[in-house]
């Protein structure tokens, strides 16, 4: 089975949590994008709640399926946040995210969650943060390159995103993402606040100690992880 047939097992357990009456966050990326899909269909089962979208896209997903969004002005909480990764750590469930471009948006969904559940296939599982992807970090468009030299005193190389055009990726938030190669990451706690110190920096793809739950699925079935386990 395709890995993106494990990303649709794992969204289609997690949408399942949602129930009646919940604010939910919903999450930015391949499998996040199923489990919009499978809330969709909820919806037009019956279901009633209200979501937060974590992006433009997701958004546009959302309406387009007919799920009523709603705002922080109207929900200063979020009951239930569905959304992917880019790298789960065993045992913590902390979090590298961003690759698709929305840690901004997602971050602040997450702290505003009760619950934070991520989904994925069991790819994304990693002993330690850094093992097999990039450390995104949203920065301000001005001064980028002091930022870059601030984040490269950490021990990271850090590279702006390009799009497919050669030109600098600019997030919903109207900022540029600083892609980052760390040594594998001993201390994701410590490492995150070192970055958000920086002048410049806005917010970083390490998520630590956000995550509740971890839907994933692979060859051997669905597995739902906790914090500790």
């Not at 949590?17 to 994008?33: K, N």
């Not at 958004?59 to 909480?77: C, D, P, S, V, Y």
């Not at 989904?119 to 093992?131: F, I, N, P, R, Y």
């Amino acid at each position: 089975m395709s890995a993106s047939e494990y990303k649709r097992q794992a969204a289609e357990f997690a949408a399942e949590m949602v129930e009646d009456g919940m604010v939910v966050g919903l999450g930015t990326g391949s499998t996040a994008a199923f489990v919009v899909e499978a809330l969709g269909r909820r919806h037009k089962e019956g279901l009633r709640f209200v979501a937060i979208p974590t992006s433009v896209a997701t958004e546009k997903q959302a309406l387009g399926l007919g799920i009523h969004l709603t705002t922080f002005g109207e929900h200063a909480r979020v009951n239930l946040t569905i959304d992917g990764a880019d790298e789960i750590q065993r045992g913590t469930l902390n979090l590298i995210k961003g690759l698709g471009g929305a840690l901004l948006r997602e971050k602040i969904v997450a702290a505003s969650s009760d619950r934070l559940v991520i989904v994925a296939d069991d790819s994304k599982l990693v002993d330690h943060l850094g093992m097999k992807t990039l450390l995104p970090v949203e920065v301000t468009s001005f001064g980028w390159e002091a930022t870059a030299g601030q984040i490269e005193r950490l021990g990271g190389q850090a590279s702006p995103r390009r799009n497919r055009e050669g030109a600098f990726f600019v997030s919903d938030g109207g900022n540029l993402i600083l892609d980052c190669r760390f040594p594998v990451i001993s201390d994701a706690g410590r490492l995150e606040q070192e970055i958000r110190s920086i002048v410049g920096v806005v917010e970083s793809g390490l998520f630590v100690g956000m995550a509740t739950d971890a839907i994933v699925a692979g060859g051997e079935g669905i597995a739902h992880l906790t914090v500790g386990a």
